[in-house]
């Protein structure tokens, strides 16, 4: 099962993998935790150049492609493979980050020849499930500035990340039988919780 966390910045995707992972593996079930960009020595490469507070003069096209180029070696190295083996794989962003911040965020490009990129990065693979941990813009930038993790990206003005968020809603609507949506704006606590019950409830659909 392919499992995928998607948000704006400061939904707390990153922080909840690894509870996740924990919760999973205590059940006895086999689970192995990626992320994008990076989870491949390739992609941590471009996570680098692609965060990098420095890189301001990065062009949309150029950040879409390398999203891309570290999509396809993750995909190839680890996912497939792990997916192969029969293990549950999560994944802290794929593919709809692109349509939510290169697609609905920067507002440039046609959505559906970004989703025919997309699915050539990815060989056409598509996630199982994908958890939507939605947050009030405004609040979600202020935790990721708090945190002391500000990239690239985080930088990116109000206005972009609105649309970044509007982005997913959309998506949501548009696929509901991947999507379920979990309000992050709650404790952290209540929204792993809610987490953990939405993939059980997956797991036990398809088991069944």
Known sequence: MFITLEGPEGSGKT????PLVDFLLQRGLTVFPTREPGGTSIGEQIRTILHDLKN??????????????????????????????G??????????????????????????????????ATGGLVP??????DVDVEVGLQRKNSSGEWNRLDAYRLEFHQRVRQGYLEMMKAEPGRWVLVDAGQ???????????????RLDRIHK
């Open 187 to 201: 404790s952290w606590e209540k929204v792993q919780e809610q987490i953990r019950g939405v993939i059980l409830e």
């Open 15 to 18: 922080s909840h993998i690894p």
């Open 128 to 133: 199982d499930l994908t958890i939507l941990l």
């Open 56 to 85: 301001v003069e990065m062009n949309p096209r150029t950040e879409i492609l390398l999203f891309q180029a570290s999509r396809s070696q993750v995909v190839e190295e680890v996912i497939k493979p792990c997916l192969a083996a």
């Open 87 to 120: 293990e549950i794989v999560l994944c802290d962003r794929y593919g709809d980050s692109t349509m939510a911040y290169q697609g609905y965020g920067h507002a440039l490009f046609d959505l559906d020849e970004l989703g025919r990129l997309i699915r050539f």
